[in-house]
Structure formats: structure tokens, C-alpha cells
């Protein structure tokens, strides 16, 4: 699909950004192993969570979805009631489904396989595979159980003690998911502190989890089913964040967002950059901070982006990058080779993508440096086949000179299903103009 976009004259509007993506698919995976039924309220519609519940049916998971209302009742197998999958399971495009599914397999007393499209079977599996190994399963895949499809003979795990050699919040839940299997206590530590929707919500559950800084520890608990409202998405948030400071006539209030600290380094970034940024109402929803964000017309300058923050924006680094094009001086972005392991290498193709409306940006090993000239020129672009390319295109698309085209559209519903229409709404296009 491709989607054309001629600058509006003003974005204003409302926006209530999709369930949260790393929280839906925590929410179902965990009351899938918990005991009782629990109702899931605005899950996240996009492609991803969906292939998250496809993998816990195939489980023998009881799933009823209300799409209408984003709504999803969960049947909870309870921490011995998952059954061997027929056939091969599915992750689609979602590494989240893959490590955290594969943490819960690792401790399941059956064989599973499980595979991905061409974008997932090349992503690092080996970080997972290692310490789930080490703490008893039995797993192989390609590339010596570097790469998936991996088969998975599971049960009887022992704790482990493990330092994550990479900021990792799908590593972290994947071997926190196989501790709660495991005999005795599990360790695990990370580099730098990432997202702890994990830990937030098996506390709620009822698991014997505690985290002191970097350090969490789980043992062998049962879950309790608890019902879950989950947040506006604020990595989808993020997109409206960037385009509403860049365009010069705009006004954007995003509502119901997610504020966990671990995931806010966006607002504190778009702010260094002098970015209009409100934040109101805030509240707490099940276990998670929860505000309403208003993004205002900014002028923006460079600024330097590395260390600790990373984990806590590294999804929202193709959408700073378009931010950085249209602000006044460099913004250099180290410390992310994490980037290169993600749905595709979103360094490379970002710097390639953005090239094209005549941004200039170097490439880095760990990073980018933008020189930003504060204007771009409508461009035929692609986004690669990844969500968060396409929807920071259409950010560039929303601020350049001139008309632009988002080959590949569609990518979006893998996190956004609703973006385009979102897009219409506040920027008053037509149907025609977003064709
Ligand atoms: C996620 C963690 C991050 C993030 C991904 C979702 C999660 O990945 O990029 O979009 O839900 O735990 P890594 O754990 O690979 O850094």
C-alpha cells in the first residue's frame, strides 16, 4: 500500500493512541499461565499482540476477543494447564512474542517450535537461547540456536544467576517467565535499567518478584488472573509528539498514555530539544502511570542522545531522527547498536529513508549524527517493511516542502492499525490526499 501526503496547513485534534504493545502482550501471556479468567481492556490491536494471542491458542489457551471493543477474556490454563502445540508456532513479526513465549515454553514438560517471518528469523535469538539452556531446557535453532525457528523441549529448570550482556527488557522477561518454572530463585541483572512492565505486573499477579535497581529476583509462584486496563501506547504516542512540535500550526492532546519512567525518554529528549510538551492528569491504572499529553508548535535544536536513556526511547529513535532533520544544529545519537537488531536494521534504513527527503545524516556503528538543516522536501520513500519506519515517514511526509509517498504503508498495523485514519483526522486531509 501506498499512502500520499501533501503537508497540511494545521494538526489539531485528539488522539487516543493504541493499547500499549509491550503491556498487551504481557497482559495475555501472563493471565494465560495464571489461574482464573481475567478481561484484558483496550488490548493492543495491532498485527503483533494479535500473533501473541494466536501462539497462546495454539497452547490450548481459551481466548475470546471482542475486537470492537479491544477487549480480550483470557482463560488462565493455570502454571501446569498449557498443552503440547499441534503444530508449529507462529510468531509473525513480534520478537516480543518469540523471547517472552519462549521463556514460558522453556519451562513446559512438551516440545514446541517455534518460528517468525523473514524479518524475525533474522533477528538474535541466541540471548535467550544461552541462559535459557543454562538454566535446564533443551533448545536448538539455526545458526547453532542463534536463529529461529527453535524447537523447544522444556520442564525441569533450576534457577539461575545471570547478567544480561545486553539491555534487553524481552531477555529480562523471557528468563523472569521461565524463573517462575524453575526450582529455587532466579537472578537476573542488566546493564542499564529497561521497560519493567514485567515486573510490575507479575507483582500484581501475585509472583514472588522483587527488583532493587538493576537486579530482580523471581521464584516458582502461581499467578493469580487479574484483570488489566492497558495504557495508550506512548511509542505510538510519540509520532503525534514529533509531529506536532515540528509542524507550525499545531495542537495535538494525546490522551490515556503510558508514563512508566522506562519508557518517557522521549518526552525528556523532544523537551532538551525545546519542545512544547504538557503533561496533565496523571493517574495510576493497573500498576502503570497513566497522563494525558499535550504537544504544541516548537522550534528545535540538536542535542546529544547516548547511555542510560537509550533503552528508555529505543524505540522511538526513527521518529527523533526525523525530529533532529527539522531542528537547528547536530544531534549525534550513540550507544543504540541495539537498532540493528530490531524489526529491520532501523540505523541503516532510517539514515537511507530520510536521505531521501534530502536530510543529512551519517551512519554510525552504534548510531547516527544528524545535521539538522530544519527543512525537508516531500520524497517517494519505503518503509522496509518496518511499522516504525512507516509511521516516522509520515511524520517527514507531514513537515517537508512538496508531496511525499510511504511505499509500504501498511507495515504500520503491526504496532498501529489505526494511524492513517488517526493522520486524516488531525491533519483535516482527505481521503484523496491520503489515498
Ligand atoms: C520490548 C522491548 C524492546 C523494544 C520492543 C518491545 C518489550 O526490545 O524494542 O519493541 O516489550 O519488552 P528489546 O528487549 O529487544 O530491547
Known sequence: MEIAIAPPSRLEGEITPPGDKSISHRAAIFNAIAQGNATIRSYSPGADCSSTLRCLRSLGVGITEDSQHATVRVEGAGAAGLREPANVLNAGNSGTTMRLLAGVLAGQPFFSVITGDSSLRGRPMGRIVKPLQQMGAQISGRGQGSLAPLAIRGGNLHGISYKLPVASAQVKSALLLAGLFAEGESEIQEPVATRDHT?????????????????????????????????????????????????????????????????????????????????????????????????????????????????????????????????????????????????????????????????????????????????LKGARCSSRGDHRLAMSLAVAALVARGKSVVQGAQAASISYPTFWEDLRAVSGLSGEAVA
Not at 535497581?213 to 495508550?232: E, F, H, K, N
Not at 511509542?235 to 495535538?252: K, N, Q, Y
Request: with cysteine.
Open 199 to 375: 515486573e510490575r505486573m507479575l507483582q500484581a499477579m501475585g509472583a514472588q518478584i522483587a527488583a532493587h535497581g538493576v537486579v530482580v529476583r523471581v521464584q516458582r509462584s502461581t499467578l493469580r488472573a487479574t484483570d488489566v486496563t492497558i495504557p495508550g501506547d506512548i511509542s505510538a504516542a510519540a509520532f503525534w509528539l514529533v509531529a506536532g512540535a515540528l509542524h507550525p500550526c499545531a495542537r495535538i492532546r494525546l490522551k490515556h498514555t503510558g508514563v512508566n519512567p522506562t519508557r518517557t525518554g522521549v518526552l525528556d529528549v523532544l523537551r532538551q530539544m525545546g519542545a512544547r510538551i504538557t503533561v496533565e492528569n496523571s493517574r495510576y491504572e493497573g500498576g502503570e502511570p497513566v497522563a494525558d499529553i499535550t504537544v504544541e508548535s516548537s522550534s528545535l535544536a540538536g542535542t546529544e542522545i547516548g547511555g542510560d536513556i537509550i533503552p528508555r526511547l529505543i524505540d522511538e529513535i526513527p521518529v527523533i531522527a526525523v525530529a533532529a532533520c527539522m531542528a537547528k544544529g547536530t544531534t549525534v545519537i550513540k550507544d543504540a547498536q541495539e537498532l540493528r537488531a530490531k524489526e529491520s536494521d532501523r540505523i541503516r534504513t532510517t539514515v537511507q529513508e530520510l536521505r531521501c527527503f534530502g536530510a543529512v545524516l551519517e551512519e554510525r556503528p552504534d548510531g547516527m549524527v544528524i545535521h539538522g538543516t530544519g527543512s
